[in-house]
């Protein structure tokens, strides 16, 4: 298998697990957060979304699918376009609610595309391209990617156990 094709199953299966999510969801289960302090599986889908979407526009030299595609303006999220929710308060996460799962679930498929056709296009030779060099070591493309997948999977993990749940009550 080419490494295209390892990136391409790893962020399809990401897809997947989205999907299932919020499959049937109702929007008060999507912007229910268990306890207090807690993500909603609303914010943590959206915050897969741009965190993929952000990572993998930087390293694919093009602009995120959030502001080429009026995801932002859409949204109408009382945050900076540049925001992807990384270290958000409470405060700040619940700001992301309201969203409808099949609009969360469009903008994610558009990150997803977009990121199908930017792995499509690599080989074994450019994972070892430094991407940034604010960490030591420097972070290579491959290192960068893997990152993503596996910050994916934890947080579709959380968004799935929060429906448990929340089907539970």
């Known amino acids: 298998m080419e490494v295209s094709g390892v990136f391409a199953d790893a962020f399809s299966r990401v897809r997947e697990e989205v999907h299932a999510v919020l499959d049937g969801l109702s929007q008060e289960d999507l912007d229910a957060r268990p306890g207090p302090g807690a993500n909603s599986i609303g914010w943590l889908v959206w915050h897969i979304a741009r965190v993929q979407d952000d990572h993998v526009s930087d390293v694919a030299g093009r602009e995120q699918t959030w502001t080429a595609g009026g995801w932002h303006d859409r949204f109408a999220l009382e945050l900076e376009p540049r925001d992807i929710g990384y270290g958000h308060t409470s405060e700040q996460a619940e700001q992301v609610s309201g969203i409808k799962a099949a609009e969360l679930r469009t903008y994610y498929d558009a990150v997803h595309a977009a990121t199908l056709e930017y792995v499509e296009t690599l080989t074994a030779d450019d994972l070892d ?26 947080h579709t993990g959380q968004a799935a ?3 448990g749940l929340l089907g539970s009550r």
Do not use: C, E, H, K
Not at 139 to 149: A, F, I, P, Y
């Open 129 to 154: 391209r430094i991407v940034d060099t604010r960490w030591d070591p420097a972070v290579t493309l491959g290192v960068r990617l893997v990152s993503v997948v596996n910050d994916n999977q934890q």
């Open 161 to 163: 156990y929060v429906r």
